[in-house]
């Protein structure tokens, strides 16, 4: 690997000021959450995924794929949620080979709390933060890099696969 | 809280692009860490910062705050890097407050055989998928994220505070 094309000055503090931007920004995120709802960000990540699903039930694969984490890190997180009484696990009537994670009352009633808070924090540490032609770039550039990284699954809770 | 300025369809996108797009990309980063140097992404940023470092050394605490880490998440990190050889704890002879971290001669050979396979990845995934114009928008406005959510603390290795 003697032909390394090493970062450039601009490069170097372009991936700097992301990554360092990004760990304090999720941590800032996960502190509100936590402080104020007693919820982590992957916690609430979830919840919002069950809450845009038809039925507010996904199969806990298609939960994992949305939310671009493993089957057993969701598996821990479902099991965390339903413990506090906003998921529940379902069979699935249609198809035996998985479990479905369903958003309870107690779980939407919880998000409803929890997202206004969130949402003003988002605003602030990030979308505030930048002007009309930078959230353009974000946009156009972090949706090219999540296409370009995205595994070959459905992310749709649609059934039927 | 019924004057929540929720996100318009383009602050969403933008959100969403972000934050989906950052999650896929640590997990790239950190799996070609791992299969590649079995090193995990944490692990490999505190070892540049002790490359950086005068003296390649590091207070512990100094470590926490450049890498926005716990004091408990560094002290969990370096136990993992000094059972592998790669960093090892010394006293500091001017300061009996705390211990620094040093990187050995075998971390050192770690980070640079590590480096190439991380800094192509980093290219792939991110800096080669941004125009100028977009890396010019992520430097300047993660740089203004980053400032704003930095906690008032020291960054640099030296010493004397």
Same mark, same amino acid.
């Given at each position: 690997m003697?032909?390394?094309?090493?970062?450039?000055?601009?490069?170097?503090?372009?991936?700097?000021?992301?990554?360092?931007? @990004? +760990? %304090?920004?999720?941590?800032?995120?996960? /502190?509100?959450? &936590?402080? $104020?709802?007693?919820?982590?960000?992957?916690?609430? #990540?979830?919840?919002?995924?069950?809450?845009?699903?038809?039925?507010?039930?996904?199969?806990?694969?298609?939960?994992?794929?949305?939310?671009?984490?493993?089957?057993?890190?969701?598996?821990?997180?479902? @099991? +965390? %949620?339903?413990?506090?009484?906003?998921? /529940?696990?379902? &069979?699935c $009537?249609?198809?035996?080979?998985?479990?479905?994670? #369903?958003?309870?009352?107690?779980?939407?009633?919880?998000?409803?709390?929890?997202a206004?808070?969130?949402?003003?924090?988002?605003?602030?540490?990030?979308?505030?933060?930048?002007?009309?032609?930078?959230?353009?770039?974000?946009?156009?550039?972090?949706?090219?890099?999540?296409? &370009?990284?995205?595994?070959?699954?459905?992310?749709?809770?649609?059934?039927?696969?």
């Amino acid at each position: 690997m003697d032909e390394v094309r090493w970062l450039d000055s601009d490069e170097q503090d372009t991936w700097r000021a992301y990554i360092e931007g @990004t +760990r %304090l920004l999720i941590q800032a995120l996960d /502190r509100q959450l &936590e402080t $104020d709802s007693g919820v982590s960000f992957t916690d609430y #990540e979830l919840l919002v995924h069950l809450s845009e699903a038809p039925g507010r039930r996904m199969r806990m694969r298609d939960l994992a794929d949305a939310t671009f984490s493993s089957r057993s890190g969701v598996t821990r997180a479902v @099991t +965390r %949620l339903e413990a506090a009484g906003w998921v /529940r696990r379902v &069979e699935c $009537d249609d198809d035996r080979r998985g479990m479905h994670a #369903e958003l309870t009352a107690a779980g939407a009633r919880k998000l409803a709390d929890t997202a206004p808070g969130h949402v003003a924090a988002v605003r602030q540490h990030m979308i505030d933060q930048l002007s009309a032609g930078e959230r353009a770039a974000v946009r156009a550039s972090f949706g090219r890099m999540r296409d &370009e990284l995205r595994p070959g699954l459905s992310r749709t809770g649609e059934p039927g696969e």
